[in-house]
């Protein structure tokens, strides 16, 4: 029946005279999608639940954090949120998706989203590019978000946005045109990443490594409290809208509403179940059979981040499968901080870096041709399992230049913001100790303030707000949050 439906309607096809789907005063820019509405009404839900993971990152980040910083956390979420909608309004879009650009780099065609109106999108001609260039913003969004957590607890929020901008423009935008651009060379090599195992896992993973490399170690002063997480509640909220924003991050990446895209879905789910048993599993045999909440919340996302690029390839079992073995490895690595001489306390290398790297090769090993060809538009994608045993090496190809650009070139790029006059990345010794939240807030902390605000002697602590690089009033200070 549904292939009977297809060949009653006609598909939306881009017209060069009319890049943007034409004069809407003129003609019903409405009229080449009758009967297939269904398809950007099913992508603008997934948009919809995409964003819930912004702040589910922010909420995460706060709860892993120590109290006194955590604030921070919460901010960055949001302001995330716009300086990356401003990014790919002004040309972040244009760079990653333009149809005239070339196998590295999209150009400036489609610069201040000129065009991005009603013609047939570059992913898929069901979507209007308006629909399209929102769900791709917020995989933007969700992946610098990642990103800015290589900083916590000691990195100054305002450079940490400048960051977040020029990061999107060098960083992200070219990895999703090698990956997802027509044009792109990973896209026509091809490796398979159906959802983001390469611009948003890896590539946020090496970014956040390079970024807490770039700052250094946190001064903690011998603190019994540094490294352990002071809100588990807020750690479990947190992971909470991520896993169900991430039934639109991966349910929607097949860019239509076919059952490709339900497969996906239910992958999705499968995969962060049993990414929290492989993660369990671990932490109970290193603990000698105890349990952790945290623990189970990064299995959960483990397996999130490892199904990202196989969910529209792999059979159920195999999602399983795979969601296991990503949350195991992940829970194996832990120590990784000690063995590179980087503190980079939020896991974000372990949980989406090495997630991801575990994830893309899976998907090399186990991709199945009759998984993608579900959503009846001719997709055929086989890996090892199916005889494509080359896809492997392609997938590992994928893994090493995105591993590579994205930690040299945001090295690059941090050490250059570092030495800019008025642009240091990191706090001073003191706001780190008293916390981020005193230091860059104002009359605002996490949790109850009767906690915190009980005056006591203290030396040369500055005045809430101020700035880490001004020289404040001396005053009496709230005691040192944990």
């Not at 009653?8 to 881009?14: C, G, S």
């Not at 109290?67 to 002004?90: E, T, Y």
């Not at 305002?158 to 990061?167: G, T």
């Not at 993608?372 to 994608?381: I, V």
Request: hydrophobic share 45%.
């Amino acid at each position: 029946m549904l292939s009977r439906r297809h060949d009653e309607l006609v598909m939306p096809e881009f017209d060069e005279s009319m890049p943007n789907g034409g004069d809407p005063t003129q003609v019903n820019v409405n009229a080449p999608y009758e009967g297939l509405e269904f398809h950007y009404t099913y992508l603008l839900f997934c948009s919809a639940i995409v964003w819930l993971i912004i702040p589910g990152i922010g909420l995460l980040y706060g709860g892993l954090s120590r109290r006194k910083s955590a604030l921070a956390m919460l901010f960055q979420s949001f302001a995330v949120c716009g300086v990356v909608c401003f990014q790919w309004m002004f040309w972040g879009y244009s760079l990653a998706y333009s149809r005239t650009g070339n196998a590295f780099i999209a150009d400036l065609s489609n610069f201040g989203m000129k065009n991005v109106v009603a013609a047939p999108s570059p992913g898929s001609v069901l979507l209007p590019e308006i629909v399209f260039c929102l769900y791709q913003m917020l995989f933007c969004a969700c992946t610098v978000q990642l990103v800015v957590g290589g900083a916590f607890e000691r990195g100054r929020i305002l450079p940490s946005m400048v960051f977040a901008f020029l990061w999107a423009t060098i960083v992200y935008c070219p990895i999703a045109n090698w990956t997802w651009n027509a044009n792109g060379w990973l896209y026509n090599l091809p490796s398979l990443d159906f959802a983001g195992g390469g611009p948003v896992h890896i590539a946020s993973g090496w970014a956040a490594l390079a970024y807490a490399f770039v700052l250094g170690k946190r001064k903690h002063k011998g603190e019994h409290i540094h490294n352990k997480p002071h809100n588990p509640t807020l750690v479990f909220l947190g992971t909470v809208l991520i896993w169900f924003g991430w039934f639109g991050f991966n349910g929607g990446s097949a860019l239509n509403a076919s059952i490709r895209s339900m497969f996906a879905a239910f992958n999705t789910n499968t995969a962060a179940s049993f990414g929290v048993l492989g993660w369990t599993l671990v932490d109970f045999i290193r603990t000698k059979g105890r349990f952790s909440v945290v623990g189970a919340c990064s299995g959960a996302i483990a397996g999130l981040v490892g199904i990202t690029p196989a969910a529209g390839f792999v059979s159920v079992w195999l999602a399983a499968l795979i969601g296991f073995l990503t949350g195991a490895i992940c829970s194996a690595c832990k120590g990784i901080d000690e063995l590179v001489r980087i503190d980079e306390g939020m896991d974000v290398f372990r949980l989406h870096g090495i997630g991801g790297m575990v994830g893309s090769f899976l998907t090399g090993c186990f991709a199945q041709k009759w998984v993608s060809s579900l959503d009846g538009m001719g997709s055929e994608y086989s890996g090892a399992m199916d005889g494509v045993g080359v896809q492997v090496g392609r997938q590992l190809a994928e893994i090493c230049a995105i591993s590579l650009y994205s930690f040299g070139v945001t090295c690059i790029l941090l050490f250059i913001l570092k030495y800019i006059p008025f642009m240091g990345l990191r706090v001073s010794e003191e706001a780190e100790m008293i916390g981020l939240d005193l230091d860059q807030f104002f009359d605002e902390q996490i949790g109850d303030w009767s906690m915190t605000h009980e005056l006591t002697p203290t030396l040369g602590v500055k005045q809430p707000g101020s700035s880490a690089h001004s020289v404040g009033v001396v005053t009496p200070a709230p005691a040192k949050a944990e």
